[in-house]
């Protein structure tokens, strides 16, 4: 009889030590979960050939380095061009989540259009870090695993309207060429759907007029971003209106640089040219004197937001203190006005 206990009891004792062995190895004879050692990060530009985006790709693929360095864990990125086609895009998307991708950072070719590739994410459970191109409140909020990394477009603006009222306050005529008390000026402007253009060109402009400039626009047009549309466009009003352009209020640098080089191409006519996103050739254009300013939204800590932010997600860890984020989902990345630096 007590050995027959004694057994039973023996048993129930082995039972129990297996039971506690298979809890601690995670359980259903699931190993524990070992250290992540490689994340897989998938990447989508809306456009490979956009400067601004260019250069934060490059940072982007600096940081990444950097961080493997650190943290011993190798980051995987792949980089893909959807060539402003959202269907390429969401087939790029289709094909990271196949390949295991750990977490997405997308640069949507249509931000309007982000729910195809969010059902995607969300079914698959791959979080996703949407960046430079806002997608709408509603697409945002679908999902607790949905980040955006940007700019405040009004604080670009803002900031690139007052090199202007700075330098008019300073020298008047170094604005007002004609002396004629009015700043007459031509606006260049990004695509028509994109948060920033609006945005940006509304609080320039305020932003001239609110510090006392007497700004009049002799016109405008939408160049979407890009140097030649500009260029093109710059072409045109130096012809319709010779003499009279004082400052070019582009929405962002390489614009800026497409009037420069229309400008260039009549004869060098001097003009201020105020830009934003100081790109490698928007600030070299500053430096050189070819344009009055621009503003820079720091891209070293942009990429760093990206990857950190990808990184905490693929594995799994807390998102870090100094990555703060408006509504648990934002990060707004720190701007500056650059000018030329006085020798
Ligand atoms: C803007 C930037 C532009 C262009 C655009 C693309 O924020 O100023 O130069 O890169 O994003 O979405």
């Given at each position: ?18 039971c ?20 897989r ?7 490979g050939?956009d ?11 600096e940081?990444a ?17 959807a ?15 196949s390949l295991g ?12 259009d982000?729910?195809?590739m ?13 960046f ?25 603006a803002?900031?690139q309207?007052?090199?202007?009222v ?49 700004i ?16 093109a ?46 790109t490698t ?7 050189a004197?070819?344009m ?9 800590r942009?990429?760093?937001a ?5 990184a ?5 860890q ?19 006005i ?6």
């Open positions: 009889m007590r050995k027959r206990r004694f057994l039973r009891f023996t048993k129930t004792g082995v039972v129990l030590t297996l506690a062995a298979l809890l601690l190895s995670g359980c259903a004879g699931k190993p524990v979960a070992e250290e992540k050692k490689s994340v990060i998938g990447v989508s530009l809306y456009r050939d400067t601004f985006i260019n250069n934060i790709r490059g940072e982007l693929e940081r380095k950097a961080y493997e360095q650190k943290s011993g864990i190798k980051v995987m990125l792949d980089i893909q061009d060539k402003g086609s959202q269907n390429t895009q969401n087939n790029q998307v289709e094909r990271f989540i991708c750990d977490v997405l950072c997308i640069n949507p070719v249509d931000r309007m982000a729910s195809v969010i059902d995607r994410a969300m079914t698959a459970g791959v979080p996703v870090v949407f430079n191109r806002q997608p709408v409140e509603e697409d945002m909020n679908r999902w607790d695993q949905l980040y955006y990394v940007g700019v405040d477009a009004k604080e670009s803002v900031l309207g007052n090199i202007v700075s330098q008019y306050r300073e020298d008047p005529a170094s604005i007002d060429f004609n002396g004629d008390g009015k700043v007459s000026y031509v606006l260049l402007e990004g695509e028509s759907s994109h948060q920033d253009s609006l945005i940006r060109t509304e609080w320039s402009i305020q932003t001239l007029k609110d510090g006392g400039v007497p009049e626009k002799i016109t405008g047009g939408i160049a979407n971003w890009e140097r030649s549309q500009a260029s466009l710059m072409e045109q009003w130096l012809e319709t209106y010779p003499g009279e352009i004082e400052p070019v209020v582009s929405n962002n640098d390489d614009m800026a640089l497409g009037a420069i080089d229309a400008l260039e191409r009549a004869g060098g006519q001097r003009i201020n040219l105020i830009g934003i996103d100081a050739p928007g600030q070299e254009a500053v430096q004197g070819k009055l300013g621009t503003v820079s939204s720091d891209k070293g942009y990429a760093q990206i990857l950190d932010l990808s905490a997600k693929a594995l799994n807390p998102i870090q203190t100094d990555i703060p984020l408006e509504n648990g989902k934002y990060y707004w990345s720190a701007q500056e650059v000018k030329k630096v006085k020798q």
